[in-house]
């Protein structure tokens, strides 16, 4: 006499599973920044630490994580066309929210970034310009803020140097603490290091310029440039710079602390002018 109650129990389960799934669908599709829009060989999508089976043009959604071994994947954004490709061999991270940086010393303003993470490897962008949200590519010794541009940015895990050119466009080039500065124009190809003392600190940044023309480097000191011939620089952090700092300074949601007024940021950085728009 218990089968009945025993069936009832398992379609009630199922009901509320293919309630729970369908409901999930259009959440995800509101959080979805991106698509997968073309994918071969070994590739990988792991979200909330879950490998999801791969499918063409599938959702991407913020924080979801690309491994690329043997094989290549293409991601184009929703809302302006923008296209990541992601060579063989990389992990990268994509995400989009708003952030502050604290370069050359002073805090920006809250802005929206469209941030992609490279862990290693290689990423190629075409990136639109836009007034209302900035593409940045962060690596382990710089963050790229991209000013509508091709741009090719490569990081090497074992010896710890990006490589960054932009074929047309400008980027903005500046250290994760924020203490060196440059702009890259059309043509234009660094190699960023960031120097460790035995302890693991940063004591230094040596920067060699592997494009075209002249490159001004900003720092606390002031102005290095790195010419065509010379190629390459080394910049100290020095004892008024501090230690290396955060990526964005602590702000409690309840308080968010208040702007800072009269900060400006170096000539040519494009992220504070205007609002930052809801994710």
Not at 167 to 188: N, R
Request: charged share 25%; glycine share 8%.
């Amino acid at each position: 006499m218990r089968p009945f109650p025993l069936f009832k129990a398992v379609f009630i389960t199922c009901f509320i599973s293919l309630i729970f799934i369908l409901c999930q669908k259009p959440a995800l599709a509101q959080r979805a920044i991106a698509k997968l829009s073309a994918f071969k060989g070994e590739v990988e999508l792991v979200r909330e630490g879950r490998s999801i089976p791969l499918k063409p043009n599938m959702l991407i959604v913020p924080k979801d994580r690309i491994k690329v071994e043997e094989g290549m994947a293409e991601i184009t954004y929703y809302d302006d066309g923008s296209i990541l490709k992601i060579k063989p061999h990389t992990d990268i991270t994509l995400d989009q929210r708003k952030k502050k940086r604290k370069i050359l010393g002073l805090w920006t303003k809250t802005y929206l970034s469209r941030l992609i993470n490279i862990f290693k490897g290689k990423v190629t962008g075409i990136i639109k310009k836009r007034r209302d949200l900035v593409t940045e590519f962060e690596t382990p010794a710089l963050v790229a803020a991209v000013r509508g541009t091709t741009l090719n940015i490569e990081f090497d895990e074992e010896t710890g140097t990006t490589t960054i050119s932009s074929d047309v466009g400008v980027v903005d080039v500046f250290t994760k603490d924020g203490w060196t500065f440059l702009t890259l124009t059309g043509g234009q190809s660094v190699a960023v290091r960031l120097d460790r003392n035995v302890a693991g600190d940063v004591v230094g940044i040596t920067i060699v310029n592997t494009g075209t023309g002249d490159i001004t480097v900003s720092t606390p000191e002031g102005d290095t440039t790195v010419t065509e011939v010379n190629r390459m620089t080394y910049v100290t952090l020095g004892e008024d710079a501090g230690p290396p700092g955060p990526a964005e300074p602590y702000e409690p949601p309840e308080r968010p602390g208040p702007e800072v007024p009269g900060e400006e940021l170096p000539p040519g950085l494009e992220i504070t002018l205007e609002p930052a728009s809801p994710v």
